[in-house]
Nanobody, 125 residues
């Protein structure tokens, strides 16, 4: 059974850091591009970052560029999202998902399948 499981969320003060993990089971993660999305209450799901399966090319939303870093550890079948300089507006449930296409876009969640259950990130003083 194909499953993704996010972890690493929590409560952090503004300016702090968190590292989210997206662990795969039932399939080999390195065959897939993996995207991170987030959804705040009352808002649409927003693409945050993407790492390709082919050459590890990374993509970031403008809102997180320079602060977040996506990486993958194929030996651990896990993708990470390192989040630094966190802001209150980063507060959301964060999800990872497998890209359905080689040209999957962070602007279209429909390009992604096999979503995890999400992990809550709260940035507050």
């Amino acid at each position: 059974q194909v499953q993704l499981a996010e972890s690493g969320g929590g409560l952090v003060q503004p300016g702090g850091s968190l590292r989210l993990s997206c662990a795969a089971s039932g399939f080999t993660l390195d065959y897939y591009g993996i995207g991170w999305f987030r959804q705040a209450p009352g808002k649409e799901r927003e693409g945050v970052s993407l790492i390709s399966s082919s050459d590890g090319t990374t993509y970031y939303a403008d809102s997180v560029k320079g602060r977040f870093t996506i990486s993958r550890d194929n030996a651990k079948n896990t993708v990470y999202l390192q989040m630094n300089s966190l802001k209150p507006e980063d507060t959301a449930v964060y999800y990872c998902a497998t890209a359905l296409y080689s040209d999957a876009s962070l602007n279209d969640p429909a390009d992604f399948g096999s979503w995890g259950q999400g992990t809550q990130v709260t940035v507050s003083s």
